[in-house]
């Protein structure tokens, strides 16, 4: 068994050193003799209570529900450049802040407050060796003509590739669940067709026919899954995890964050279902359209109930890595369950105006053919 000095310091019951989680393994790992210890074992019953979801209406009204440290020795520290909340174990602190770059080394730490206990997270699988050889490739200027960017990188990138380094984060999210019931005025659009006399004869013509509409749509929607934190544009963390993956979670284990950082969430669990609500509101408009039927809608005016309001706090795993260019931060995030990246590569100017003379020159040279 392992043996913990805290929550979130594992020592190595050979050697004493600190052991860290190891995706490549889905076990703890001694970095410095190489021994493994399995995880905790998680029964479906275990799982099916950690996974239990919180009343909503509850904790808004009482903001106090389940609050508690990520670790008992969890320490804080705010980054002066965004501004962004990072929980580490100590003496992991040094190193530059994992969503802009700028050193956070110097700065004064102190103990993590009391957020709201993820109920589950979804563990790093994505190791770090084969992240940064995935990063170096994204980087690398290439033929490729599914991805046309990487043609216009610039050849510095590929160095920089060699050199940049990643670091591990629990991002937070929570998700939602609600029954919904919207009562819809609107219109439905039948096509129908008249023949038109012109000065060249006969035309089809297709006209509209509207005709008022009305009704009920329910739905029941599960894990509506919606970013926590403001360090990163929600959008791009949306195509990143799209959904969440039910069948990769764990119950929260500090176990799993050995090695790692965490992000505290900054976007509170009202203004996360506000969100949410956005997200179910545009999924309900489809459920109407396809309620009223017909060749076209019209929405007039839509109502919605919600009931069975429920949330969880859970934590996705990133890799995250900045990197300077041309006096700009771009930003690179990895799915560190799928390998799928997302971010911000600059392109050579000189090599898009190539593309552009070239285009140009070959153009001309097709006119000039087709006129003879």
């Known amino acids: 068994m392992v043996n913990t000095t805290s929550i979130n310091q594992y020592q190595c019951p050979g050697c004493k050193a600190d052991m860290a989680f190891d995706p490549d393994l889905g076990q703890l790992k001694c970095s410095y003799c190489g021994r493994t210890e399995a995880m905790p074992n998680v029964t479906a019953t275990k799982l099916r209570a950690t996974l239990q979801e919180h009343d909503l209406a509850t904790f808004i009204e009482t903001n106090r529900t389940h609050l508690a440290q990520l670790a008992t020795t969890a320490q804080e520290v705010t980054c002066p450049g965004c501004q962004a909340t ?20 110097a700065q004064k730490s102190h103990p993590a407050d009391p957020t709201l ?20 490739e994204w980087l690398a200027f290439r033929w490729d003509w599914k991805d046309l960017k990487a043609i216009f990188l610039p050849g510095q990138l590929k160095q920089l590739a060699q050199n940049q380094a990643l670091t591990g984060v629990y991002l937070p999210f929570w998700t939602y669940d609600a029954q919904t019931q919207s009562h819809y005025q609107g219109q439905r659009g039948t096509y129908y067709y008249v023949t038109k006399q012109t ?35 929600s959008k791009k963390l949306q195509r990143l995890w799209p959904s969440l993956p039910v069948s990769q979670l764990k119950p929260y284990s500090a176990e799993y964050l050995a090695g790692f950082q965490a992000q505290r969430y900054e976007i509170m669990v009202k203004e996360g279902y506000e969100q949410a609500k956005g997200m179910m509101a545009n999924i309900i408009r489809g459920d109407i359209r396809t309620d009223i039927g017909g060749d076209q809608q019209r929405i007039r005016s839509v109502s919605t109930t919600y009931s069975q309001e429920t949330f969880k706090h859970i934590l996705l795993p990133v890799w995250m890595a900045s990197y300077r260019y041309g006096g700009k931060t771009y930003q690179v995030m990895i799915n560190a369950q799928t390998g799928v990246i997302m971010g911000e590569r600059p392109v050579a100017a000189w090599k898009v105006g190539l593309a552009v003379a070239i285009a140009t020159i070959i153009l001309i040279m097709v006119i000039l053919v087709t006129n003879g």
Do not use: Y
């Open 86 to 105: 990072i929980t580490f174990e100590p003496p992991d602190v040094a190193g530059k802040c994992p969503f802009c770059t700028t050193s956070i080394v």
């Open 117 to 136: 206990a993820p109920s589950a997270l979804v563990p790093f699988k994505v190791g770090r060796k084969v992240a940064v050889t995935n990063l170096r």
């Open 199 to 233: 000065k060249e004869g006969t035309e089809r013509v297709r006209k509209t026919r509207w005709l008022h509409a009305s009704g009920r749509v329910s739905r029941f929607f599960d894990d509506v899954l919606v970013p926590a934190t403001r360090a990163i544009d």
